[in-house]
């Protein structure tokens, strides 16, 4: 199996986190070398690196009046025991469409000292939408099933403000490249490897003067241990002064600033989720014309246009089709593990050129060939 390589990608990194870091990342990494890798995260250069995180979020976002950009240790899976540790009172309420999402709504079942969560799920490929109910005071559901390609509107449940209750939005391989009104949010948290194009290892969230207010009352009750890596009274003490409670990995938070600053720099959000667009497009299109790809979520409004899922037909052995690419340095196209479908998985994050995208559907189409003719 030889894939020509006037086909081949200029990068073959398609993984959906960790996801392709662009050689400029790298460079700035270079760059920093001397003064800030290997240098107190307590001092001037990495708090301002911490700073223009801050202030590139704040930006990207349009950050409404009163929220803040909030940092710490441990990714977005540790966000999940933060919020957990928090933000619930007493009960949460998850909508699950996939193993982010189940994975948040476990936390927080698995939490003694919380009432049993609602979960409300739908089947792989499908989404899940919170609803209205009297008995919770969160709402979480992920805006972008990494592990499925589904995706999902952001938009408060009516009357949940009404009743006291917040909004937790899991956006970790969507910001940055959907559109969102982070209004409708109380914490919109993500981590630095989808999107970002960073390392893994922190996780961020834009969060609510509700939602602060909120970890404010429940960690002070007294009635609960929360453990100070979990705090996010502190974890917010600690941004509001440009650091973390505990040491940060200072390459990710190169990369990051660096990946911030690019997409604003070519013009946002919008411009990001346009080039993500034009990248899903040619996917689903593709796929919708392949008569042994099919797009495995079936709603096109619910296709995500970061995190593209195509199933392929039985008679086309996807297995071999991922190692064929891999052979060539195409990678990490393979379904989420455990969703153990006949699949190609696809980032298209905004670092992702779109021209590799069609040559990685190219390289497909000719892989495909040559295994119905061997
Ligand atoms: C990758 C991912 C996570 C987990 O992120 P970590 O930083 O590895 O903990 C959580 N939620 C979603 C939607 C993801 O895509």
């Known amino acids: 199996m030889t894939i020509p390589a006037g086909l081949l990608p200029a990068d073959g990194r398609f993984g959906s986190g960790p996801s392709k870091v662009r050689a400029a990342q790298v460079d700035a990494l270079v ?5 800030v890798l290997g240098t107190s995260h307590r001092q001037a250069p990495v708090r301002s690196l911490v700073r223009r995180v801050r202030e590139g979020m704040a930006e990207l976002f349009a950050l409404p009046d009163g929220y803040e950009v909030v940092l710490g240790n441990g ?7 933060v919020a957990t540790a928090c933000l619930v009172r007493e009960r949460a309420q998850h909508a699950a469409f996939g193993e982010f999402g189940s994975k948040f709504a476990a936390a927080t079942t ?12 739908a089947a792989p490929g499908s989404i899940a939408v919170p609803e209205p109910a009297a008995d919770v005071d969160v709402y979480a559901w992920p805006h972008n ?4 390609g589904a995706m999902a509107p952001v938009r408060r449940v009516p009357g949940s403000r009404e009743q006291g209750a917040l909004t937790l939005v899991d956006a970790t391989s969507g ?12 914490v919109y948290y993500f981590a630095p490897q989808k999107v970002f194009g960073s390392d893994g290892g922190l996780w961020l969230a834009l969060c609510s003067p509700d939602a602060l207010a909120r970890a404010e009352q429940v960690e002070s009750s007294g009635t609960r241990w929360v453990p100070e890596s979990l705090s996010l009274r502190t974890a917010a003490a600690s941004s509001r002064q440009d650091q973390t409670l505990n040491t940060p990995a200072i390459a990710t938070l190169v990369m990051l600033a660096e990946q911030v600053e690019w997409i604003l720099g070519n013009g946002g959000l ?8 034009e990248s899903a497009t040619h996917l689903y299109g593709w796929a919708g014309s392949r008569p042994w790809a099919t797009p495995f979520v079936s709603d096109p409004a619910h296709r995500s246009t970061v995190v593209g899922t195509i199933d392929l037909d039985d008679a086309v052995d996807a297995k071999a089709v991922v190692a064929a690419l891999r052979d060539h340095g195409v990678l990490d196209v393979f379904p989420y593990r455990k969703l153990g479908r006949n699949q190609l998985r696809v ?6 050129e779109p021209d590799d995208v069609r040559a990685l559907t190219a390289c497909v189409d000719h892989v495909v060939e040559q295994l119905a003719s061997s």
């Open 75 to 81: 990714g977005s899976t540790s966000f999940w025991d």
């Open 347 to 352: 980032a298209m994050f905004p670092a992702i």
């Open 31 to 35: 760059a920093a070398g001397p003064h």
């Open 110 to 121: 698995a939490a003694p000292f919380l009432e049993p969560s609602h979960v409300i799920t």
């Open 175 to 186: 910001a940055g490249a959907l559109p969102v009104d982070v209004s409708e949010t109380d």
């Open 145 to 148: 099933e990494t592990s499925t």
């Open 270 to 277: 919008g411009w990001a989720a346009a080039r993500s667009g």
